[in-house]
């Protein structure tokens, strides 16, 4: 596809609008232009709207290859991915990452619209069917056997990227790791990353501003246990004078103990 001008720009964020809701099942709401030296194909932080290059990465591309690009940001492997905590990734690992998540969505795709396989098999000769059923654990595996090995990983500009709401590092840790990688000790072992999860009976860390006022002890009423002195009123029948409230003390009785 050659350089777009000004005067097609709504027209294809038109068209691809209309692509995304229509391949996603009404996951996605519609797409946004992105432009500027680093544009990709994404996702917002939402997961709503799917973000097209504008212009295009390569020269070559043509409406229908720009149309794979959106299916592939349209799969539900978006969101089962999405769903652990990829910041604590390493940068290969990400890679990694997004290879397979790409041929998890290369498998949705040809089991909904095959007709998209040609132009993206074309593009991507070397991209990998997978299960499209496949979920975000096995996924994550396959990544960390992929970043493993010592082969180079290299992102297509059609696939784009992860969703960077999920995957930029949040703290020291996450940028020491993403800058330098895992130590040397840790590259064999599998630590796959947390999934997002709400404590049981919690509110995930939120706290809730419905919450009552504190309680002041200071404020309470002591309860008062009123004895009758009179040897009479020891008897059986229920005495006028007892009572675990605070009432007006009768002239023959005493408070004899607080409770």
Not at 183 to 205: A, H, I
Request: hydrophobic residues 40%.
């Amino acid at each position: 596809m050659a350089e777009l001008s000004d005067a097609n720009a709504m027209a294809l964020e038109r068209s691809c609008a209309v692509a995304a809701v229509a391949l996603s099942d009404q996951r996605r709401d519609g797409v946004r232009l992105v432009t500027g030296d680093r544009r990709t194909f994404g996702l917002n932080a939402t997961l709503k709207y799917v973000r097209v290059p504008y212009p295009t990465v390569l020269g070559d591309w043509t409406r229908r290859t720009v149309t794979c690009g959106v299916a592939l940001q349209s799969s539900p492997s978006k969101e089962r991915v999405t769903a652990y905590r990829l910041n604590e990734l390493s940068t290969r690992e990400l890679r990694a990452l997004t290879l397979v998540e790409a041929g998890v969505a290369l498998g949705w795709i040809a089991s909904r619209w095959p007709g998209l396989l040609t132009e993206i098999q074309r593009v991507l000769p070397d991209l990998e069917i997978v299960a499209d059923d496949t979920d975000a654990e096995e996924m994550l595996n396959r990544a960390m056997a992929m970043a493993g090995n010592d082969d180079a990983l290299n992102v297509h500009p059609l696939l784009g990227s992860l969703p960077l709401a999920y995957t930029l590092p949040r703290g020291l840790t996450d940028k020491l790791r993403r800058t330098f990688g895992r130590m040397p000790w840790t590259t064999t072992q599998k630590r796959l990353p947390r999934p997002y999860s709400v404590p049981v009976g919690g509110d995930g860390g939120v706290r809730n501003s419905n919450l009552p006022p504190p309680s002041r002890t200071e404020d309470n009423d002591l309860e008062l246990e009123l004895a009758c002195a009179d040897e009479s009123c020891r008897a059986s029948t229920p005495c006028p004078g007892r009572s675990r409230r605070r009432m007006p003390r009768a002239a023959n009785c005493i408070a004899a103990s607080i409770i």
